[in-house]
Each structure stands twice: as structure tokens, then as C-alpha cells.
T-cell receptor, first 115, second 112 residues
């Protein structure tokens, strides 16, 4: 069990640029979640996948955000035309089944700074 | 909508002492789970303890225990024999369908 890994750890970009983050979950976990966390706040749910299917998206996930999990393994989160308000820590988590039955295992996160 | 409220932005405790972190929540679900997660500085979030709503017995994990008051929708975390390594941000969380809803967090400082 190598844990949930996220890449990159830090990303600095200029407003208007596109960015993409990657998450590799624990290998046997079929659920994968993306959360956003701003400084001093708790994580906010963005979206989750069961295998390759994206089953739920938060209203926080604007049209500029897109997430994929093409083969049910790793996932990518892309933000197009970044804005300063997108600056946050983006957390990925995985679990073996539904939240009730299995706790979420979180990665270290990708910290995005939009200048 | 589910909500989780942590009314203590910051708490401090002396090493070896006991501290209690507060959490209240609101949900219309009858079956749900509650969690406490710990987030050390610049490190990943890890699960501390979880409680099934249908269980009356309070969960315990070594030095960590909860006081679950279902009627009052209260879910506090007690840390006994506090250690320097307990210093972190602590988040209370509630299941909401397939997602976790987190509180705002409580920053715990442990003084030597």
C-alpha cells in the first residue's frame, strides 16, 4: 500500500492558463474523490468517481473544471482559464467502497497558486 | 443539506493533559457516519476515529474517544494524555450520500 499520490505538489500559474493535476489512488480502491481546500477551511467536495464513472459533481465545479478517470485507475483534474479564486489546495482521496463502509485515504494534495 | 460546525477555531493543551474538541452537525438522514480527521502541517489528512450513528456506544481508539450525543447532534473528540505529535488541524466530518461534509476545523496546539 503506497498510499494516494498526487502530482505535482505545487503549481504556480498565471491567470488564464490551463492546469492539470494527477491523482493515483490506492490500487484496489474503486472510489476516487476530489476536494478543494482553501486556507483555514475544511475540504469542499468537488466530484467523485466509482471506477471510471463520474457519479456526482458539486455545483462548485464550474464549466472550467473537468475531471476524468479513463481506466478506473488514476484521475486527472483540469482547470481551464484559471482565475485567482482557483488558488487552493486540491486534495484527492480514495476508498474501497462507499464512504460509510470505508474511510477515505487522502493524498498530500496539489497546492495551486494563480498569479 | 448537511452541515458540520466546529465552533472552536483554535484550542491549546498542555502535554499529557486532556482536551476536548467540539462538533455539532445537522442532517436529515437516519443512517450516517461521523468522522474526525487530523491534518498535520504540510502533511496528508488521516482518519482518527469514526462513529456509526446507529451505535449508541461511543467509539474509542487508544487515546482518542468520542462523545456522541445523537439527539443533540453533537460529536466531540477527546484526546487523553496529549502528545506533541497531536498538534494538527482537526476536522469533524459527516457522510452526505457518497460524500463527506467537513467542518471548518480546529487548530490544536500542544504545549510542552
Amino acid at each position: 500500500d503506497t498510499g494516494v499520490s498526487q502530482d505535482p505538489r505545487h503549481k504556480i500559474t498565471k491567470r488564464g492558463q490551463n492546469v492539470t493535476f494527477r491523482c493515483d489512488p490506492i490500487s484496489e480502491h474503486n472510489r476516487l474523490y476530489w476536494y478543494r481546500q482553501t486556507l483555514g477551511q475544511g475540504p469542499e467536495f468537488l466530484t467523485y468517481f466509482q471506477n471510471e464513472a463520474q457519479l456526482e459533481k458539486s455545483r462548485l465545479l464550474s464549466d472550467r473544471f473537468s475531471a476524468e478517470r479513463p481506466k478506473g485507475s488514476f484521475s486527472t483534474l483540469e482547470i481551464q482559464r484559471t482565475e485567482q479564486g482557483d488558488s487552493a489546495m486540491y486534495l484527492c482521496a480514495s476508498s474501497l467502497s462507499g464512504v460509510n463502509n470505508s474511510p477515505l485515504h487522502f493524498g498530500n494534495g496539489t497546492r495551486l497558486t494563480v498569479t | 443539506a448537511q452541515t458540520v460546525t466546529q465552533s472552536q477555531p483554535e484550542m491549546s493543551v498542555q502535554e499529557a493533559e486532556t482536551v476536548t474538541l467540539s462538533c455539532t452537525y445537522d442532517t436529515s438522514e437516519s443512517d450516517y457516519y461521523l468522522f474526525w480527521y487530523k491534518q498535520p502541517p504540510s502533511r496528508q489528512m488521516i482518519l482518527v476515529i469514526r462513529q456509526e450513528a446507529y451505535k449508541q456506544q461511543n467509539a474509542t481508539e487508544n487515546r482518542f474517544s468520542v462523545n456522541f450525543q445523537k439527539a443533540a447532534k453533537s460529536f466531540s473528540l477527546k484526546i487523553s494524555d496529549s502528545q506533541l505529535g497531536d498538534a494538527a488541524m482537526y476536522f469533524c466530518a459527516l457522510t452526505s450520500g457518497s460524500r463527506l461534509t467537513f467542518g471548518e476545523g480546529t487548530q490544536l496546539t500542544v504545549n510542552p
